[in-house]
């Protein structure tokens, strides 16, 4: 079992930064690929970047070339650096923790993770 712990949300201006991590509680972390999904309200559920254990990153087109991702394997933490936020990105961020080696699922929520944390809001608004 993963237990993984989001944190960094906040509230923050349209053109801000917030740096999102999350935390994972195992001793096998680097053995997992790690993504960020986020949820906005009467939404559904989307992907956002993804990390894989060989450190191939993944990211979305609504957020390429603003939202980077990265991971410390020797503090069992990813994190997401989200710059030029607009309102549209305003969302309960998830991030996941799956093992999947099929590419095609990456982006995939119900097949390409097993873990998941609790969430982190993020409202982008003057």
């Known amino acids: 079992q993963v237990q993984l712990v989001e944190s960094g949300g906040g509230l923050v201006q349209p053109g801000g930064s917030l740096r999102l991590s999350c935390v994972a509680s195992?001793?096998?972390?680097?053995?997992?690929?790690i993504a960020w999904f986020r949820q906005a309200p009467t939404k559904e559920r989307e992907f956002v970047s993804a990390?894989?254990?060989?450190?191939?990153?993944f990211y979305a087109d609504s957020v390429k070339g603003r939202f980077t991702i990265s991971r410390d394997n020797a503090k069992n933490t990813v994190y997401l650096q989200m710059n030029g936020l607009k309102p549209e990105d305003t969302a309960v961020y998830y991030c996941?923790?799956?093992?999947?080696?099929?590419?095609?699922?990456?982006?995939?929520?119900?097949?390409?993770?097993?873990?998941w944390g609790q969430g982190t809001h993020v409202t982008v608004s003057s």
């Open positions: 195992t001793d096998t972390f680097s053995t997992y690929n």
């Open positions: 996941a923790a799956g093992r999947t080696t099929i590419s095609s699922t990456i982006r995939d929520a119900d097949r390409g993770y097993h873990y």
């Open positions: 990390i894989r254990r060989n450190s191939i990153t």
